[in-house]
DNA sequence: TTGCTCCTCACGTCACGTGAGGTGGC
DNA sequence: TTGCTCCTCACGTCACGTGAGGTGGC
């Protein structure tokens, strides 16, 4: 019989690991002093806490361990967990290749500008969303932000609540001719008249995202950054690309309603969101 | 200004994930109402947020996050912190590849056995060990045994402590011969006499170790199993193989004093131990 | 006798998730 | 007014490590 700091010697466990096991039922002392507590092991324990090791650096949790060491258990059903063990093995190696690759990018990232990248994309899945929306086929920002104007306009003048904020989803392109449909996510319905209708937003399992913050006619900067890295991380666009409206302010260039642009102080936050799958 | 479950929603991190980078000072809401307590982010946020997100994505712990977001952190930093990460990563992508290969290689093995392996064989480092012990060419485990009482009972009749269980380094081997030293660890020190001698065990970087239970004369179905083992990892064994006798008891053929025997009850147990390195 | 070993709490780790119980907002 | 949302605790997770404070063993 050994005691607990001689067992740890030889096994190379420590003494507050093998309490550990004691208390949680997976290896308990041989023998326990009824007088002092001393916890006792035998010689024969050994070749179980060796078990117990080796399954530990498989990455088992102590609650697997102990199930496995169960003498009764069929093989099967071994055979069952070390399968599983092997598929979630495998999707963390693939989990660490990615975010290797990931890092290597952002090193090389900052050898060229010297700082993070001005634009971070993320990956998100949206859900449908309820929306009153108008059709338009523009050329100009201008037109979008007055659309809006009045799709909100509408919408409030209907009593219904606004449900997030408003977006554009860009439908179609052709020329220098674009098919938007300018949105306002509402929580119940309004009526439709010749211009607002309700519709639905579809879902998006991939969207790409990446957050604008400034001067809204730099925007394109914020997709050629997402453009970039959907190529870079192999993506392909796979439906129509969202501008949501996080805090919108007006450039200068357009008369709005003064009430619309007192609503919106400081700079304009605009959200792009590209559906993406892998090509 | 969005409230939290908006701010949620938009962003996709849990509202209790908000709390919590607020708490410890990640990401402190823009306003927070003194009178009730709620929080307020602003539009202009979700950018830190984002990276935030991102960051975690590689892997960096929230303490790294906020370390890497202050924005007077020179790039030098955040590429220094990047190479650490990166170099984890690596390493634990090879753990996990290990890993993947111990786990196909038990399956292989329950599917030619039905069963765990009977062996577990462990790797471990083993300090120097001072030791009082006799050197012998030997033939048989009778002589051995034999020895080992004459060692034991020098080092009890001069009062010297034993410090842990006593082996037998084989150190030599010639046709049947085998040159092996018998050796009882001691603290202190015993004076030498013509058969027993102090000498220092060396220190083993890699051990490989197998408990044997039980007969002691099918001890080399451990050995074989060992050199299996060695051979499947590709180590090579680099030096004197030990035998650790853990319990003792003679096999019945052993005409040993009974007081020796007496001592130790039940069956054997055995670890061997042989020095190895990747080849 | 002295120092060493053993014991049992209790707390910390890391990044939150999951209630409990209570209050404010539309 | 009702239900929804927000708030602050407090506890749990996983496998121990790290003391604190006290007692037994040689």
Redesign the pocket.
Known sequence: MF????FARLSCV????L??YDEIGLLKPAYV?P?????YYAADQLPRLNRIVVL?ELGF???QIARLLKDDLPADQIKGMLKLRRAEVEQLLHAQQARLVQIEARLNQIEREGQLPSYEVVLRSVQPMRVASAYAVVSDDKEIAQLLHEVETYVAGHKARAAGPPLVVYHECEDLEQEVEVAVPVQGAVPDDEQVAMNELPAVTTMACVVHTGNYDAICQAGEALCRWAQAQGYDLIGPSREVYLRFSAPKSMALPAEFLARRPGESVTELQFPVAKA
């Open positions: 005691k607990i700091s001689d420590s003494a507050k690991m309490r550990h002093d007088v002092n507590e001393y916890r530990k949790t102590l609650e």
